[in-house]
């Protein structure tokens, strides 16, 4: 029997003491065993409690392809991890972070009291890192008091931690952690579309939904729990609530119960579809009276963003995008993966993508999208050593009513790959064995055309 490798940190790690654990697992102050530098700097150790249970250690490496991805003041910098061993279980999983010294927002709020103006602050900070995440198409999904560390207890500094039930869409491994009936979120604030057997489990509206629950919390210290309660009353119209936010000016509440009317809608498509409208309208809750062309201008900028994120169509066209990068990158995954098993005789081909005017590598994944007509197209395909014939297939995919289907062209024929509700969620699975099934049959026809069978 093979012997589990029960502490591979002790490699590189002392560890000081333990300062916290949830259910997932625990973590220690450490420091380095061989310093770099006469500076003794200390870190964070977080290890599984149950190394052997094959859904924490996918979400040990969820959380590290998610660090990986993200840099960002806002967020702990990953430092030291094995995670590359998350399949074989007999290697225990580790991960070391930057220490953060400071408090959470839960214990922080126990011996402070925010003002108005500090609590819209912090609420603006938190959105600014979701906006990072979101660019990378990294849903956080358990935005909660205890996953926020007030940085040297400065409220103006916040770090949000905890990216262990996280989606990370730029992550071509796709290893998926969310199964069908599974419940993710907290109990800090449930939302809906989080239940069990929900098709919208991975939407980044719920990050900004649970962000302001945040706002209310460090508000009011009451915690949301939920959208309605056995009332049927948001969080911000509970006696309790009202009573907490009484504190505050009459005007400045009206203007903020606005935002939260929105924020705490039952249905998501009439919450916050983005997070600039929303960050616009808290900031004008704090900042000083303008000038009248001033705060025309600054109306009219909010107003242009308030009349996008609630549009009818801005919903839709926000689940067509998340889908086709989905696709893309599956694309290019899949058809990498072939070559790699094919052999030094093949190689990958593009089309329609300069590389060189890319922002960063994570963009060669972004669908291109023509918004007039709701379509994108992606040229991808495999190269075949001395043979002038490849296969280079021209992706297509387009909305069609409320379902997204994706052709493939091939010498004038179209091909359906995949047809899938606006509103569903991408079986990422089953859709890559779909499509390296027909890279290894358009490759073998070209192979056998020009080489015999």
């Not at 400071?102 to 922080?108: A, D, I, M, V, Y």
């Not at 945040?214 to 009451?222: G, N, R, S, V």
């Not at 119209?237 to 203007?255: C, N, P, V």
């Amino acid at each position: 029997m093979t012997r589990q490798n029960n502490n591979p940190w002790n490699e590189r790690w002392e560890i000081i003491e333990l300062i916290g654990g949830g259910g997932q697992g625990k973590t220690f102050l450490i420091k380095p065993k061989n310093l770099v530098d006469s500076i003794e700097r200390h870190y964070v150790l977080k290890k599984l409690k149950k190394q052997k249970d094959t859904k924490s250690r996918k979400r040990m490496y969820r959380e590290v392809s998610a660090l990986k991805t993200l840099d960002s003041p806002g967020i702990s910098r990953l430092v030291d991890s094995n995670i590359e061993k998350f399949e074989d279980s007999t290697v225990s999983l580790y991960l070391v972070t930057e220490f953060v010294p400071g408090k959470t927002l839960e214990n922080f709020l126990k011996d402070e009291t925010l003002n108005f103006e500090e609590a819209i602050y912090l609420a603006n900070k938190l959105l600014g890192i979701l906006e990072n995440c979101h660019e990378y198409d990294i849903v956080h999904r358990d935005i909660k008091p205890a996953n926020i560390i007030i940085r040297n207890d400065d409220i103006k500094d916040p770090v949000l931690i905890d990216f262990g039930i996280s989606f990370n869409n730029s992550d071509l491994k796709n290893t998926d952690l969310t199964q069908s009936g599974e419940q993710v979120g907290n109990r800090f604030f449930t939302l809906p579309e989080q239940q069990d057997k929900s098709n919208l489990q991975r939407d980044p509206r719920s990050d900004i939904t649970q962000c302001c629950g945040i706002l209310f919390f460090a508000l009011t210290k009451l915690k949301p729990t939920n959208l309605l309660d056995h009332e049927a009353k948001r969080p911000h119209e509970r006696l309790e609530s009202k009573e907490a936010l009484s504190r505050f000016a009459s005007d400045s509440i009206a203007k903020l119960n606005k935002i939260f009317n929105k924020a705490f809608d039952p249905r998501i498509d009439s919450r916050w579809q983005s997070i600039p409208p929303l960050k616009e309208a808290l900031m004008q809750l704090v900042q000083p009276v303008q000038s009248e062309s001033t705060n025309d201008r600054a109306s009219d900028i909010a107003r242009i963003r308030e009349n996008l994120s609630t549009s009818p169509d801005y919903a839709m066209r926000q689940s067509f995008q998340f889908l086709a990068n989905q696709i893309v990158q599956e694309i290019h995954k899949v058809g990498r993966s072939v070559v790699s098993e094919l052999g030094p005789e093949f190689g990958n081909i593009q089309e329609g993508l300069n590389l060189a005017l890319l922002k960063n590598k994570f963009d060669q994944y972004q669908a291109e999208i023509d918004w007039s007509k709701l379509t994108f197209y992606r040229q991808y395909g495999i190269t075949i050593k001395f043979l002038e014939e490849k296969f280079f297939p021209k992706f297509k995919g387009a909305a069609t009513g409320n379902e997204l289907v994706l052709l493939a062209e091939v010498k004038s024929q179209e091909i359906e790959l995949l047809r899938i509700s606006l509103n569903g969620e991408l079986d990422l699975t089953e859709f890559s064995k779909h499509l390296k099934d027909f890279y290894i049959k358009g490759v073998m026809t070209i192979v056998e055309a020009e080489m015999g069978k």
